[in-house]
């Protein structure tokens, strides 16, 4: 019996680690709300400048990398289900595939690769070397300058990426079937059109929306508390890339059973 | 125990300390020191030596009056107000009126050293952005980074780097100036400079805390000596 017990303080310490764990990002992300709704007045033209250059750096420079990935992705699924579905509902399999479920995760994926990582390593450089104190020191607020701006700055290039990334892919899979299969070239559009409904629009822009705030969260969250050590910052950028991937997952799941389910 | 308090040099009513700790502890969990039973009252004017048996201990000192580590105990007066310490936001404000030079204090690398030291007076708006300028540029002429301006702070040596942060905390117009080893911020060549702006602090009615192993920096300020033993403020030696 002495491993039933074992079993069940190993069960509850992890689960009240998890909790603990979740509180404490909870309450990071109501830090950086509660601002959205105080708005301070100091420091609000190097907020902007912020909240711009984020913006560049997660979407605009982005671009490049998701417009080519999202064609791929979007003619790869169509040739996959042509074979499956002989050339039928393909506008369907489309939105069902790329608007509900890869866009937002395959956008997700890509911010973590790129900025959130960026992200993390810049906050934990910046705690390991002091350059938060320096900023404190000055009477200026980290979590207003910096946490704002990278949570606006990226959640609203998580949005705006996914609908590129959507856009793309349905270019894509029109041109695949257009050459592939017998059917005219407006018919897939048309499918699409006919096959996304307000739900599927309101369900996609809501998964962008909190995989942006999820992978921002984490991120900084990781990056203000790195250990003073130079060697943990590498730890912190591994530890907010693989978490945000897993929180995007789990919210993918979530949202998507509590919609469509 | 006796309160550590330097005369104000002021014949009639007492001005109000710029700094005041009552019973206080504080401790550095890292390096395991703690400083306990505190007490000291700094008025306007004053400049104060802090020695310690353990530097370590002096930083830590230093530390908590530049409110970046918080008491566990007691009670820390900032200019007549007791700090709340229980919120880093409420003590923003008093962060911005005082100025921390220590071997660890940084800028933000990001930014060029010009855009540093603007930093503060662009984030708050009711700062008076000519004054600044002003004094900005007497001060950087003074201390002699001119030529490291547009460069990020990597990019610039380490004695124009330290002399830069110098320059940042002066031209906070700090109350409370606290210093670790100065002489290795600024170097000899600069020194004057440096004095000069203390002196200026000081007759504002600021205070000047530092630790130093410069032995002729006593003699140009004529300070107050502290010393820290086993924990605490042992001893007090007159000017």
Same mark, same amino acid.
């Given at each position: ?30 830090? *950086? ?68 479920? *890869? ?8 911010? !973590? ?84 409904? +307000? ?31 130079? %060697? ?30 | ?30 390096? +395991? ?17 802090? %020695? ?112 830069? *942060?110098?320059?940042?905390? !002066? ?24 004095? +000069? ?43």
């Amino acid at each position: 019996m002495n491993w039933i017990g074992r079993t069940c303080g190993y069960v509850g310490r992890a689960t009240l680690d998890f909790m603990g764990m979740a509180l404490v990002r909870a309450a990071f992300t109501l830090r *950086i709300l509660t601002l959205l709704v105080r708005r301070p007045a100091d420091g609000r033209s190097q907020v902007k400048r912020a909240v711009v250059e984020q913006i560049y750096f997660t979407a605009v420079q982005a671009l490049p990398l998701i417009i080519p990935l999202a064609l791929l992705v979007g003619s790869a699924m169509i040739i996959q289900f042509t074979k499956l579905s002989g050339e039928f509902e393909l506008g369907k399999a489309a939105v069902i595939l790329i608007v509900r479920e *890869i866009g937002p995760l395959i956008t997700a994926l890509v911010v !973590i690769l790129r900025s959130a990582t960026a992200v993390t390593a810049e906050m934990s450089c910046m705690t390991v070397f002091n350059e938060i104190e320096a900023l404190e020191m000055s009477g200026v607020d980290p979590m207003w300058i910096l946490s704002f701006s990278r949570f606006t700055g990226i959640t609203s290039a998580v949005v705006c990426l996914f609908v590129v990334f959507d856009l793309a892919a349905l270019f894509g899979g029109q041109v695949v079937a257009w050459i592939t299969t017998t059917q005219s070239g407006d018919i897939f559009i048309f499918q699409v059109a006919k096959a996304i409904s +307000g739900t599927d629009l309101v369900v996609s822009l809501v998964k962008a929306l909190l995989f942006g705030l999820i992978i921002t969260v984490v991120s900084l969250f990781h990056g203000y508390t790195t250990v003073r050590k130079v %060697s943990r910052i590498p730890v912190s950028v591994s530890r907010a890339s693989v978490e945000s991937f897993f929180a995007c997952m789990f919210v993918n799941a979530f949202v998507s059973i509590v919609f469509y389910l | 125990m006796p309160m550590p308090t330097p005369a104000s040099g002021d014949s009639g009513t007492d001005p109000t300390p710029v700094v005041q700790l009552t019973n206080l502890s504080v401790e550095d969990s890292w390096k +395991g020191r703690a400083l306990s039973g505190l007490n000291l009252t700094l008025p306007p004017g004053a400049a104060v030596h802090l %020695s310690a048996d353990n530097p370590a201990d002096a930083h830590l000192l230093l530390r908590c009056l530049a409110t970046l580590n918080w008491p566990v105990q007691g009670r820390y007066r900032f200019n007549g107000k007791t700090l709340p310490f229980t919120w880093y936001e409420r003590l923003l404000p008093v962060k911005r009126q005082i100025g921390y030079l220590y071997p660890m204090a940084a800028m933000v690398r990001n930014r060029t050293v010009e855009e540093n030291l603007d930093y503060q007076a662009h984030y708050f708006s009711d700062t008076d952005l000519a004054r600044h300028q002003g004094l900005k540029e007497s001060l950087v002429r003074d201390f002699g980074i001119e030529e490291s301006l547009p460069f990020c702070p990597e990019l610039v040596s380490a004695m124009e780097q330290r002399r830069a *942060i110098a320059v940042r905390d !002066i031209l906070k117009e700090p109350l409370l100036f606290l210093a670790e080893y100065p002489e290795e911020f600024v170097g000899r060549g600069f020194f004057s400079s440096f004095i +000069g702006e203390i002196r200026k602090i000081l007759s504002r009615g600021g205070v000047f805390v530092y630790t130093t192993n410069y032995r002729g920096f006593g003699k140009q300020l004529t300070p107050l000596d502290l010393r820290l033993e086993n924990g605490t403020l042992v001893k007090e030696f007159s000017p």
